[in-house]
Each structure stands twice: as C-alpha cells, then as structure tokens.
C-alpha cells in the first residue's frame, strides 16, 4: 500500500532523513517510533508532500505520490493528523471538520459554505467519534484532548484508505486515550490502513502489526512488535537517546 523507498530530507548539513525504505502494509497498523530527532516526523511530512523530500521514492498502491502538492496526496487516500491541532478557532467544530477537509485553492471560494453531503458526512463522523454534542460548539471552548478528537475527524473527512497519525496520545488523558485507541481499532477493523507515530511504547506495542524504528534519520529495525522490542540495536538506540523511555511495554 504505502512504499518507501531511499526517502531523504536534509537540512543543509542535517540529514533529519537518510536512506530510509519502509513499507506499511495495507489493512495493517504500521507504527514508526525512535528517540527524539529520529526524524519521524520529517519523514511523516515528506510523505504527506507537506515537505518536499530530497531524495527517494513514496509510492502509494503502487504509483509514485512523491512529486505531488499535499491535496494531491488527500485526495489519492492519504490523510494525517499533525503532532499540534492546527485548527480555526472561531469556527464551530462542525465547520472545522468542513474546512480543514476542503481541497485549498481559489476554487474552494466560490463553492457553498458546507453543502448537504459535507455535512451528512461531518455528522457521521462526529457521531462515530461520540462528539456529536459538540457539532456547534465553537473550537476555542474545546479542551485540547477534544481538538485532538475533532482533528481525527477532520482526517476522516476525505474518505482515507491510508491515515497518518502523529503522535495521537501526546497530552492525551487516560480514558480520552483509550477512546482514540478504540477508534483507531475501529476504523482498521474496517480495513483503513494506519502509519504512526507514537512515544508512548505500551500503545505502541499493543496497536500495531509492525514497528519501523529510526534512528539518526535512518531506520534501524522492523518487524512484529515482540522482535523489535528485543533487538539489541533498538535497545541500544533508545538507551543511548536522551528523552525517551526504553521500550519496555
Ligand atoms: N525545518 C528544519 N530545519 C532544520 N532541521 C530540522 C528541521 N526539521 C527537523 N530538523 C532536524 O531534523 C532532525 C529530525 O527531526 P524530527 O522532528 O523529524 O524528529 P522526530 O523523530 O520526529 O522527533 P520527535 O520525536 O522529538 O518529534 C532533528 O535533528 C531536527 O532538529
């Protein structure tokens, strides 16, 4: 489903990504973990064309998406979140799932505000997600976890055979944490593909059908979650790293 092949993305010196290949099966939940600064999240934005890679291949159900503006990339099935909720605040949250799901360009203007099928679908959504009380309330009375819920939806607006999740339990509560996993499992339970990224190892570990580890911009490791967590080099990488726990789960 999802290829990566060679993926790079330097920052003048840096190489925040080198080399990598990987592939996230489709039906399947693929997590991609590894300390800070692995480069996760750089190779998440070059997959989802909101970067332009510096070198390598992306290739989605076999056709390359890697030249592609990000809408481009929505609209061939591939949705993400991001680590931050990047949402308007003024709108209602009904309204935000609309907008953030809307192809960008100046064709966007002359369409209706939300048409019927928008929000046919924006209600569905929220009703799946148990935030349909929230449909009209105005996003800046939202506590963060239910931005987070929102900012799901709004992923699920475009129909997604594939979803890129960066960090879903990050400052995320316990019990609202248990709900996005829920949800997760739903959505895969009806053969959406899922990417991850994710520090949160017990999540990790009991969520996905394989782990892809980088570290220093490469990866170091892939396989079942029971493997990995055993491979000396991923030990290794994680001890050595600064900020994050080993994987112990
Ligand atoms: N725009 C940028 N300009 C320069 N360097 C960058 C830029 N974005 C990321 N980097 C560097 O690239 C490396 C990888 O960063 P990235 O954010 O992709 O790692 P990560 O694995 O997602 O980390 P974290 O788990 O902390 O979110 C880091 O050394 C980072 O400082």
Known sequence: MLEVRALAKHFGGIKAVDNCSFTAEAGKITALIGPNGAGKTTAFNCISRTMAPTAGEILLDGERIDHLKPH????????????????LEDLTVLENLVVQSKVH??????????????????????????ITRLAYEETRNLSYGQKKLMDFGALLMSDPKIILLDEPAGGVNPSLLAEIVEHIRALNGQGLTVLIVEHNMELVMSLSDKVVVMAHGEIIAEGPPAMVQTDPKVLEAYLGGTNVEPAHA
């Open 105 to 130: 360009g100046w064709r966007a203007l002359f369409e209706p505000a939300i048409t019927k099928e928008e929000l046919k679908k924006a209600e569905e959504i929220l009703a799946f997600l148990n």
């Open 72 to 87: 481009q990339v929505t609209r061939r099935g591939l949705s993400r979140t991001f680590q931050i909720t990047r949402n």
